[in-house]
Nanobody, 123 residues
Framework: QVQLVESGGGLVQAGGSLRLSCAAS????????MGWFRRSPGKAREFVAT????????YYADSVMGRFTISRDNAKNTVYLQMNSLKPEDTAVYYC????????????????WGQGTQVTVSS
């Protein structure tokens, strides 16, 4: 079993930055790709970013490309999402997940999820 715990969410003004963390326990995540998804009120959960097991490859949703950066520290069993130039439409609950599939943007291919952290961007 793997437990994933997100942190770092909060309230920020438009144009600001936040750094989310996803700490894993129970088992190492170093052999797995990891991803970030988000869910806004009234919307389905959507892909944000994913990173391969070594951290050498990352993929982003068009809506966050150039503003968000996903990274990982396998020694700390932690994945990060640096969010810059935040917009009100980035307001959502952000979830991290683990997938055995390389660079998957499909939430159904993720087998473990955290509980989520709220990000609110005010205009």
């Amino acid at each position: 079993q793997v437990q994933l715990v997100e942190s770092g969410g909060g309230l920020v003004q438009a144009g600001g930055s936040l750094r989310l963390s996803c700490a894993a326990s129970g088992r190492t995540i170093s052999s797995y790709a990891m991803g970030w998804f988000r869910r806004s009120p009234g919307k389905a959960r959507e892909f944000v970013a994913t990173i391969n097991s070594s951290g050498g490859s990352a993929y982003y949703a068009d809506s966050v490309m150039g503003r968000f950066t996903i990274s990982r520290d396998n020694a700390k069993n932690t994945v990060y999402l640096q969010m810059n130039s935040l917009k009100p439409e980035d307001t959502a609950v952000y979830y991290c997940g683990r997938t055995p599939r390389f660079a998957s943007q499909n939430q159904w291919e993720y087998d473990y999820w955290g509980q989520g952290t709220q990000v609110t961007v005010s205009s």
